[in-house]
């Protein structure tokens, strides 16, 4: 933990707090012993909203560079996703909060393909500007850091909703009033001509007033291109929402695909699982592209069977037999936002299901902030090492914890599996296919032979 004197010259340094604002605040702290001082210094800075938890723990740690890109200021994670980190910030002049999404440069230069991938997606994330579909403010680089500004959405995403106690599944009429809007929002992106190729729970937002919001386009690819950067047979999106051509080839991925990933997420949102729960990356992929799940309305209390139905049929594994556009789903959910409707098939079941309450709004930073700085633990400074600042190798290794901050930071997406090869996949499918066949005729041979 720093001294007073050089915890506050890294503040000043850092270009958080000027020095001159410091002198108030040290008043009274001087008869404080060794690294006590420095944190009960940061105390009052946060206290006062000069300093937020995460910038006090970076400054104590030593850091002094890394809390301003291209014109924001960085407040603290949000998360973290398989291409960059995302931090709240705030505009330096009109105060306006955002989320920034970082590309670390030490990704861009050990995972070949990642800086143009970020860069396609910088570029066609400003394609689509709908309500329900998260904008994109401005995107740029400094030097070998390339970030994109992204407007902030408050609130939990609808995968964290469903698992928490206390929210859980969805009533029908509530999913579908929800998915109305994700439907637009989908239809804005298929408009503009993209495929997001990552439709599933955890990129679905859900604002305190009741809003829905797609995330992350990050693997998503233009209609019609000839040749993007995806290469051809690979696995893209996340297994449990793709859909089956999807895990064959991504580049074959078009508007239906989404529209089969939507069916999963819808399937997880009123029986608070994936359609094809547990088991490994193979026996996954497998399922997606052979199996149909369990019926919705037997997975989940209070599911009409004609609501399942749309499911069902977007969950077809022939794309051809899915719905062929959002405007066409829209029309058949549009009939399940009537609670009467419901109730008139199911009766009492259709209260089955918890009602839909939005989620609550995120508190202020200092409700928030009643925390030790001292404490000892190995899990905090989630850093902005990677925007360029590394920690000081003479820094001290004493860490704090992170805050609790759960209500008021977006819930970290998923790991998705990404550009995975699937030639092991094909050998191992035609290794079984072989085994099975070989199996058959042992049966066969061994029945011959006890007729005889």
Known sequence: MLALE?????VSRSGLVPRSDLAAFRAGLEASVGGEASVDLARRLVRQGLLTGYQARKLLAGATRGFF??????LRPLGEGGMGKVYLA???KNEERVAIKVLPPRKALEEAGSLPRFRREMELSQRCVHPNVARTLAVGNEGDVYFMVLEYIPGMSLYDMVRSDRYGPLRVTDAAKLFLRVIDGLAAAHRAGLVHRDIKPSNIMITPDGNAKILDLGLARALGEEKGITRANTVLGTLDYASPEQLSDATKADVRSDLYSLGCTIYYALSGRPPFEGGDMINKIFRQRLDDPEPLEKAARGVPAAFAAIVRKLMSKKPEERYQTCEELRADMAR???PDRVHAILGAEADAARS???PAPALAEEDLLLLSLSDE???GFASLRDLGDPEPSNAPRHKAPLPPLAAARRPLPAARPRQESVDDLRWLFHFCLVAMGLGLLAILIIA????G
Not at 6 to 10: K, Q, S
Not at 448 to 451: G, M, Q, S
């Open 377 to 379: 633990s190995e899990s």
């Open 6 to 10: 050089d915890f506050v010259d890294a």
């Open 356 to 358: 839909f309450r939005p």
């Open 336 to 338: 399940w936002t009537d």
């Open 448 to 451: 011959v032979a006890l007729r």
């Open 69 to 74: 890109l291209g014109g924001y200021r960085i």
């Open 90 to 92: 705030v505009n330096h």
